[in-house]
């Protein structure tokens, strides 16, 4: 019986697999170690890899032996194994955040292994006393080294990025202004500086947040470069403006920005949008309505 359980699950398995090849462009796959322990760590882990029609996960909690299959142009296997790390899992390339693997539950925390040397508190024998002062230094350099390493991919997105957020508040200016042939302009802009962003060098806050609303950025900028119809732009303003908060919410911007709504627009269904000006200057009325208003969130 437990031959055939075997054999049923592998075709099952390779079956999925085969579904997954069958969605996927430019398909690369990959077998690597994802630590875990049961059913509920299978679940969790394949949830946080898998992306629709990008990413397919197949986990063995046997085996911790995991297949990635995914689409080699638009994601590639370290960017898969940062989301499950996130969700609590190591690999031989990612140690889990510490507070990640305290929130798995009980049955789902398996048995981490060493990732660094570890040094006796008990010795005596004085050469063994000053390899573990070594020890302690090299560990110091490396602290300083990831702290810098840290630093330099916050810095590369802030570099990255600015000019997509510079670009959205020539956008909003150019709507205040009710000049659609302006905001045509700019949205070209915008969306030049949308597809010269490289998603492998974001931070992984930003790198998460920005796999999510690239896609909806990217048409929403092209769609109102593509009018002069200020209407149009407008309706077009509203859901690229939400998409541009949870982007600034993670990766920042040099000053402190404002998140604005205004009751009246979307047909009274509120929109928003983002300012660097605390003063409200509405992007959906300009000069008709400009002060309709007000700021309900500040991004420090």
């Known amino acids: 019986m437990n031959s055939i359980k075997k054999i049923v699950m592998a075709i099952t398995v390779l079956l999925s697999i085969t579904g997954a090849n069958?969605?996927?462009?430019?398909?690369?796959?990959e077998t690597v170690k994802i630590y875990g322990n049961c059913g509920m760590c299978k679940t969790t882990i394949e949830k946080a890899g898998n992306l629709k029609k990008v990413t397919q996960v197949d986990w063995n909690e046997d085996t911790k032996m995991a297949i990635l299959t995914y689409d080699s142009q638009k994601t590639n296997q370290e960017e898969i194994l940062k989301r499950i790390a996130l969700a609590?899992?190591?690999s031989n390339s990612f140690l889990a955040p510490t507070a990640a693997y305290n929130n798995l539950p009980g049955c789902c925390q398996y048995d981490r292994e060493?990732?660094?040397?570890?040094?006796?508190e008990t010795k005596t024998d004085p050469s063994d006393s000053e390899q573990a002062k070594q020890m302690g230094t090299m560990k110091n350099h490396e602290d300083h080294d990831k702290n810098l390493d840290t630093l330099n991919q916050e810095q590369a997105t802030?570099?990255?990025?600015?000019?997509?957020f510079d670009n959205y508040f020539s956008l909003k200016d150019a709507l205040v202004k009710t000049d659609g042939k302006m905001a045509s302009s700019v949205a070209k802009d915008l969306?030049?500086?949308?597809?010269?962003?490289?998603m492998d060098e974001l931070a992984m806050d930003a790198h998460l947040v920005w796999m999510k609303v690239?896609?909806?950025?990217?048409?929403g900028a092209k769609s109102i470069s593509e009018t002069q119809d200020i209407k149009k732009q407008r309706t077009l303003f509203m859901s690229l403006s939400k998409n541009m908060h949870d982007l600034i919410k993670v990766a920042k911007y040099e000053t402190p920005v404002f998140y604005q709504f205004c009751p009246m627009a979307n047909d009274g269904k509120g929109a928003n949008w983002l300012s660097k000006d605390d003063t409200?200057?509405?992007?959906?009325?300009?000069?008709?309505?400009?002060?309709?208003?007000?700021?309900?969130?500040?991004?420090?």
């Open 191 to 198: 969306l030049a500086s949308l597809n010269a962003v490289k």
């Open 280 to 300: 409200i200057k509405n992007p959906y009325y300009g000069s008709q309505m400009l002060s309709c208003g007000k700021t309900i969130e500040e991004i420090k």
């Open 22 to 29: 069958a969605q996927i462009k430019n398909t690369k796959t």
């Open 158 to 164: 802030n570099n990255q990025l600015k000019p997509v």
């Open 88 to 90: 609590g899992y190591d």
């Open 214 to 219: 690239m896609k909806d950025l990217t048409t």
């Open 114 to 120: 060493a990732k660094v040397a570890v040094v006796s």
